[in-house]
């Protein structure tokens, strides 16, 4: 027994949650069990709760930036837990990965520039290129059978064709991968990062599931590979998908290269943003100093979510496929063997499992047949949810 208890159950209904709140506003009944958004049903970290209390009984909320102390906490952490070596300087503070990725994409390609994603990929990215009217260029990740199942691996000669063929100026790298949980091997982040290199596109990496990564897999920060690396990226990080922070708004992005930076920082401030959250600093800034223990057990208990779903589905859904994660909390289920339509699967799902997951499909065509769902849950519940899965796969 851990100094942590992941097994209690909180009640996060009431709390304005997405996660459990707003069914009903949604299309769903409110009976489902809850599976889908990236966050987690487990308490942060005491000192994380400790050092926002005390800095909310201070009782002055007035504009503050981060000094010294803070950005020595996260280049710290960067170089010990990532082994990317960073300066102060190099630091741009945002609300959100996502509103980092999009100041990137105004910032740095004009009206009618190509972006790549490799879908399967989280939706935003989609969204951040489609609502910045950029044209959006996908190459898709290959599906590679292995032992059964499948595994994604990157295209090369298609991800080479399609920067050449339509002229492609940034590339949002998703790092670990979500939904297809893939930790890109340092061999993958090179031959993507040449090919950038090679036509001059900028690499947006999206890292913020870096440190959930499963045993016998090692995450790289795609600008810690080499210098002509980092000269060419911008990387989103974040404490608040690790500490389960999301509704504290903080994020910590690397912008090595003076005029990429200045860019950026230009296209933020030109879209009103200024100094950040106070309290998702002083979250950051425990997270990094005293959440280690808590985030190792977190991984265990992960681990232990992971094993479970792996046993019950080959003991029970023998037609569904667990797409082995090598990293993040998100579990990408195959049934396509059940050759459903991607209605059908969501109607069996919704109001036959009762379960709200995240359909494939919203993550690309290539998704239709796939579900993802979220173990950053207590066991039971987890538990639960795949015994209803069970009674509706039955065959
Ligand atoms: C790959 C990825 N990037 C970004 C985010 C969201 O980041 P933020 O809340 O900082 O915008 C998520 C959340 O699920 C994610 O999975």
Not at 157 to 173: G, P, Q, S
Not at 249 to 266: A, G, H, M, P, T
Request: proline share 4%.
């Amino acid at each position: 027994m851990g100094k942590y208890n992941f097994d209690r159950w909180i009640e996060r209904a009431g709390t304005n949650c997405v996660k459990y709140d707003f069914a009903k506003e949604w299309g769903y009944s409110g009976e489902e069990l809850s599976l889908w958004v990236a966050d987690m049903d487990f308490e942060t970290v005491p000192e994380i709760t400790d050092a926002l209390v005390e800095r909310a009984k201070h009782g002055i909320y007035g504009y503050s930036m981060p000094k010294e102390n803070y950005w020595d906490t996260v280049i710290s952490f960067m170089e010990k837990e990532h082994n990317y070596k960073t300066k102060k300087e190099w630091y741009v503070n945002t609300p959100g990965v996502v509103f980092a990725i999009a100041m990137a994409i105004r910032a740095l390609t004009k009206d009618g520039d190509s972006v790549l994603i490799q879908r399967p990929v989280y939706h935003p990215f989609t969204k951040m290129v489609e609502k910045n009217n950029r044209r959006l260029i996908n190459s898709p990740l290959k599906e590679v059978k292995s032992q059964g199942s499948i595994h994604y691996e990157i295209d090369l000669a298609d991800f080479e064709e399609k920067i050449r063929l339509h002229n492609v100026k940034l590339f949002i790298l998703c790092n670990p991968h979500n939904p297809v949980g893939r930790v890109w091997t340092k061999d993958e982040l090179i031959a993507m990062g040449d090919i950038c290199r090679k036509y001059g596109v900028v690499v947006v990496s999206d890292e913020i599931h870096f440190d959930f990564i499963y045993p016998g897999f090692v995450h790289t920060c795609f600008a810690s590979i080499s210098k002509e690396f980092s000269d060419m990226t911008i990387t989103c990080t974040s404490p608040t998908k690790t500490f389960n922070l999301a509704g504290l708004q903080v994020s910590n992005v690397i912008i090595e290269n003076n005029e990429l930076r200045e860019k950026v920082n230009e296209e933020i401030k030109s879209n009103g943003y200024d100094e950040p959250n106070i309290f998702g600093m002083v979250a950051c800034k425990a997270a990094y100093e005293f959440g280690k223990p808590w985030l190792e057990e977190l991984n265990e208990y992960l681990l232990g979510n992971l094993n479970f779903v792996r046993e019950f589905v080959k003991e029970h859904l023998p037609k569904v496929s667990l797409i082995e994660p090598e990293g993040t909390y998100l579990l990408w289920l195959d049934f396509r063997a059940y050759q459903l339509s991607k209605e059908e699967l969501e109607e069996k799902i919704v109001k036959e499992a009762k379960l709200w997951l995240n359909s494939g499909s919203m993550f690309g065509e290539e998704g239709e047949g796939f579900e993802r769902i979220n173990i950053a849950t207590p066991r039971a519940y987890l538990e639960k949810a795949m015994n209803q899965l069970k009674l509706l796969f039955l065959n």
